[in-house]
């Protein structure tokens, strides 16, 4: 089975700082990934998506994140931090179970970003 | 264009009773999964819908059941509610090659 793993509970940085969020994933064959982000009590919003191409992949709110195979990893990137990207932040891979595409969700990284 | 509607929005139930969640999906989307997330964890794959039948399930127990109809809409079914259900509901829909998913805001259920 695909899985991806988010190393850090929790990331702290201050406004106006570049911010990562990390994630590796373990896949068989070219990996489908994906991150997400939710607020409180809120469901989960699509940030951006990788399935080919450029490495760079960018998305919504200025995020961006870059596809590295050699280092199984799929980072999330801003280069300038703002008080309200503060939020739980969620990396995903397209998992194959028994002919259908299912979601497979890392545990979550939650983002402060200070004032 | 409407994305995913999740209804209800909150609900409260007791232990032992049974619970309907229900969720429409976004306008060209075909399947839908549904997702339990606990309380500062990420969310569990309950199981998935297409052409209204159940097409996987994950690790939870015959407890959670569910229904697809016609228009794709989907609802999700606990039985015999235990404390330990109490979470956000989330609904993903999404087309059969599983390249975008589409997340509604969720149903948070507290069991008590």
């Known amino acids: 089975a695909q899985s991806v793993a988010q190393p850090e509970d929790q990331v702290n940085v201050a406004e106006g700082n570049p911010l990562t969020v990390k994630c590796t994933y373990s896949v068989s064959g070219n990996p489908y990934l994906f991150w997400y982000v939710q607020y409180p009590n809120r469901g989960l919003q699509f940030l951006l998506k990788?399935?080919?191409?450029?490495?760079l992949v960018k998305g919504s709110y200025g995020f961006e994140a870059e596809f590295n195979k050699s280092q199984t990893s799929f980072h999330l990137k801003k280069p300038s931090a703002l008080v309200s990207d503060s939020a739980l932040y969620f990396c995903a891979v397209r998992d194959l179970r028994g002919g259908s595409y299912i979601p497979t969700f890392g545990r979550g990284t939650s983002l402060i970003v200070h004032p | 264009d409407a994305g995913v509607t999740q209804s209800p929005t909150h609900l409260i139930k007791t232990r032992g009773q049974q619970v309907t969640l229900r969720c429409s999906p976004k306008s060209g989307h075909d399947t839908v999964s549904w997702y339990q997330q606990a309380l500062g964890q990420g969310p569990q794959f309950i199981f998935q819908?297409?052409?209204?039948?159940?097409?996987q399930r994950g690790n939870f127990p015959d407890r959670f059941s569910g229904h697809q109809f016609p228009n794709y809409s989907s609802e999700l079914n606990v039985n015999a509610l235990l404390l330990g259900d109490s979470a956000l509901y989330l609904c993903a829909s999404s087309t059969s090659t599983g390249v975008g998913y589409t997340f509604g805001s969720g149903t948070r259920l507290t069991v008590v």
């Open positions: 819908y297409y052409e209204e039948e159940e097409r």
């Open positions: 990788y399935i080919t191409g450029d490495n």
